[in-house]
């Protein structure tokens, strides 16, 4: 797994409500994808996610079900 996490920096989460990319059971995501799809950083942010077992939250604009899936994905 790569240490560089520059990339947050230029996060656009970062400048928004992080709460929202943390939702509680049963909110919606869809703010926080919203967000991630307008972000230059959306690969590095989902790549990170996936290396580092990420398994809460929205991260590269996949949701937690989105992201288990992915993550079995690229287990396989």
Do not use: I
């Not at 230059?40 to 580092?52: D, G, I, K, N, Q």
């Amino acid at each position: 797994m790569s240490t560089d996490l520059a990339w947050r920096e230029s996060a656009l989460c970062a400048q928004t409500d992080p709460e929202a990319h943390f939702p509680e059971a049963g909110n919606s995501s869809r703010n926080a994808k919203k967000t991630c799809g307008a972000c230059e950083v959306r690969p590095e942010c989902l790549a990170y996610a996936l290396s580092s077992g990420q398994r809460y939250g929205v991260w590269g604009g996949l949701g937690q079900q989105e992201l288990r899936r992915a993550a079995r994905r690229t287990a396989a």
